[in-house]
């Protein structure tokens, strides 16, 4: 009756077909304390039908405190209004379903809609159900909501101790979802969702999953306390995601573009997206994980606004259409520096570019088909693949804080394809590898320590200059050592190029052709050492043009190249190492005057005849070899017109030397054979001096002077 209300009302329904119907109207409130219980006869199900009537201003039907364990609940009100539901914890439906063509609220917070995790909840609603004050509480394991009137917003909160299988706005998109799960147990699984936005706090030990596509137009957040966040169905869309989890692992898959606000887990984080992963917050950081794996159809951040992270390993970041790689570890937390697995950008002109604020950047491989970018700020950029290839792309900009690469397998391996490809830049040492052609572009150490700069490449490649070395731009490279090792068959092509690392700067080049070095105004005045890059080559040097026996060696440096290396080394050049093989010198005189020359090799060391001197100068001609030294193409053996001549080692072989003395004033010599050699030396002209390390072998010593005097006060003969 209308307005009143019934103190008690008992009602048995002994119909074991049909349900117990309550037909209302508005204002109907079913009271507390309604009870539905099993008779004695053990009904095997007890069905109430609610059925609301004409909507008014207020609620239409109020559920109120409804004890019911056994049988179905449905509300059917599709014409009615406003519907407050307020649950007994006793309220155990199978089944509870509810519609209505107006809202649907709880009585308070803290209110329950529906305990019983066995049984299914179906909304039907053509208005908002559930508020920020006033959520349906649950605790079903089946939801299914319909917001008929159009994207209407969805406040819940989900009591469940198991899983939750939600199905939310599969016919219309919802407005607002927000999904707040209190229990410490159970999970949440998304079978459909299409909203305008959806909010998930859960913190159960379960986590967040789809088995079926969620669909979210706006900004989307799914929050576990310390569980995982697996949203990984192939058509998945949404909008800005925020995601959080605690030491749980996140995987998302999205069938769009992907723009990302927060995401945060110390566990790992695996992000595939059909279309580009994008940042959603500007300079903010973006990722916060363990591991990160990120996959895109197109690019992962772009150059002027690069994903921001704190992780401690890049797993792996590729493109698989077309698009670049662009990331910015900011290490917040734990000054960690980076570890790269693998970086893959795809498609013509598209980068790699990464930028680690402090701690190491460990590179393991990447590849981009334009430009790779690697800096450690603060830094040391290492191998982190033993050897195996680093990068891979057209050119290359490495900057560090601190080293870059380490020497051996140590070194940063690269492939570039640009004229100039690389370019170095590094507050230490710099070691770089290389199994194809590489043309260099600006190097720079910017500290006044001596570092060292290696490059080597492998058999048969180039290593070109392709801008100068220029301490006056670069002025920290003064001290520096500079190796440039193009192996067996290789070349080392200066460019015509300065290379100027100084007066205390050394550079040493291997190669079997070496070939426009410097400009002229060349320096690395600590001393240049060329050596031939084939093991037991043998070295030619003197009159390539005019001289068939010195232009019949394996490595050759003619007489102008001679003198502009020994000029640049601060008058002093080094030739061959132990693994040369014989040595044949002629006509070589300086121009620079003071030209030092040292000669080392396994084998032997001789001109080609006894008609003029092998080498002119007023400096020192040394001598390393483990086998004979002239005498091998003419009884004078080795002529020299120099200063002083050093003997350091024969292998105990014969040492057969002849001063002419045309130019220079007394020859001082210093004879070490190691061994049993015969040590003949003649000085044609001027004074032969004993210096101080004197002649030493266990063989005979034969000492001529022709026109002058032997002076021995300066050492000793040990013969």
């Known amino acids: 009756d ?8 008992q009602v048995e329904n002994n119909d074991t077909t049909n349900a117990l119907q309550v037909l209302a109207i508005s204002g109907f409130t079913i009271g507390a304390g309604l009870t539905a219980a099993v008779g004695d006869d053990a009904i095997a199900q007890f069905d109430l039908l609610v059925n609301p009537g004409t909507p008014g201003d207020i609620p239409d039907v109020t559920i109120d405190d409804i004890q019911l364990n056994v049988g179905d609940v449905v509300i059917d009100g599709t014409g009615s209004g406003l519907v407050i539901l307020d649950m007994a914890a006793t309220f155990t439906p199978a089944n509870f379903t509810i519609t209505t063509g107006s809202t649907i609220d709880g009585a308070g917070v803290g209110a329950s809609i529906a305990h019983g995790s066995a049984g299914s909840l179906t909304i039907s609603s053509g208005g908002a159900i559930g508020t920020t004050y006033n959520p349906l509480v649950l605790d079903m394991d089946t939801v299914k909501i319909t917001t008929t009137g ?44 299409k909203s305008s936005s959806i909010t998930v706090n859960h913190t159960g030990s379960g986590g967040i999953t789809d088995s079926g596509t969620l669909t979210v137009s706006g900004a989307s957040s799914f929050t576990t306390t310390n569980a995982l966040i697996t949203l990984d169905d192939a058509s998945n869309t949404f909008g800005d995601l925020t995601l959080a989890a605690g030491n749980g692992n996140i995987t998302i898959v999205e069938n769009a573009g992907t723009s990302l606000a927060t995401v945060t887990t110390s566990g790992s984080v695996n992000i595939s997206s059909a279309g580009a992963i994008t940042d959603a917050n500007g300079a903010l950081l973006n990722i916060t994980a363990g591991s990160l794996t990120l996959t895109a159809a197109n690019a992962i951040g772009t150059l002027a606004d690069p994903l921001e992270t704190d992780i401690t390993t890049l797993t792996d970041a590729t493109v698989t259409t077309s698009g670049g790689v662009y990331l910015h570890e900011l290490d917040t937390t734990g000054g960690n520096g980076l570890v790269i697995t693998n970086i893959d950008a795809l498609g013509a002109t598209n980068d790699v570019a990464v930028t680690v604020d402090t701690g190491t950047l460990q590179v393991g491989t990447v590849d981009a088909p334009d430009d790779v970018s690697l800096v450690a700020t603060a830094g040391v950029i290492t191998d982190g693949n033993a050897g195996t290839n680093n990068i891979t792309a057209t050119t290359a900009t490495l900057t560090a804080g601190s080293s870059i690469g380490a020497s051996g397998s140590g070194a940063i391996d690269v492939v570039l394809s640009g004229a100039p490809a690389l370019t170095l ?25 001596a570092d060292t700069v ?10 070109t200059l392709g801008k100068a070395v220029d301490e006056a731009s670069e002025t920290t490279l003064t001290n520096d050592k500079f190796i440039f090792n193009a ?44 050596a031939p890059g084939t093991a037991n080559a ?13 232009a019949a060696q394996t490595f050759k440096i003619d007489n102008t190249t001679l003198n502009n290396f020994a000029k640049a080394g601060g008058g002093s050049l080094t030739v061959g190492d132990t ?141």
Do not use: C, P, R
Not at 434 to 441: D, I, P, Q
Not at 454 to 463: A, D, H, P, R
Not at 494 to 515: E, M, P, R, V, Y
């Open 538 to 550: 043998t070295i030619g040097l003197g009159n390539i043009i005019t001289n068939a026996k010195i």
């Open 425 to 449: 830049s590094a507050n230490g040492s710099i070691y770089i590898a290389t199994t194809a052609n590489l043309t260099l572009n600006t190097i720079a150490t910017a500290n006044a320590s």
């Open 2 to 9: 209308t307005g009143k209300q019934a103190d008690v009302v």
């Open 487 to 530: 192996g067996a068959g290789g070349t080392f092509d200066g460019g015509s190029l300065l290379f100027d690392i100084g007066a205390a700067g050394t550079l040493s080049i291997t190669a079997d052709t070496i070939k426009n070095f410097g400009n002229g105004s060349d320096q690395a005045g600590g001393g240049i050492t060329l």
């Open 150 to 193: 159009g994207a209407n917003d969805i406040k819940l909160t989900d009591q469940n101790a198991s899983t939750t299988t939600y199905t939310i706005g599969s016919a219309v998109a919802a407005g607002v979802v927000t999904i707040n799960h209190t229990n410490t147990a159970g999970s949440i699984d998304f079978a459909t969702l």
């Open 579 to 719: 693994s040369s093989g014989n040595i044949l010198i002629d006509e070589v005189t300086s121009t620079i005057g003071a030209f030092n020359l040292t000669l080392i090799t396994g084998s032997t060391i001789d001109d080609t005849d006894d008609t003029g001197d092998a080498f002119v100068s007023s400096g020192t001609l040394t001598l390393t070899s483990k086998n004979a030294i002239g005498g091998l193409n003419g009884a004078a053996g080795l002529n020299t017109d120099v200063t002083a001549v050093v003997v350091t080692d024969t292998g105990g072989k014969n040492v057969t030397i002849t001063d002419s003395g045309a130019t220079n004033s007394d020859t001082t010599y210093d004879v070490v054979t190691k061994g049993a050699g015969t040590v003949t030396l003649t000085q044609a002209s001027k004074n032969m001096v004993i210096g101080t390390t004197g002649i030493s072998t266990t063989g005979t010593a034969d000492l001529n002077v022709t026109a002058g005097e032997l002076n021995t006060s300066g050492g000793t003969i040990t013969a």
């Open 454 to 463: 290696s490059v080597t490449s492998t058999t048969g490649k180039t290593i």
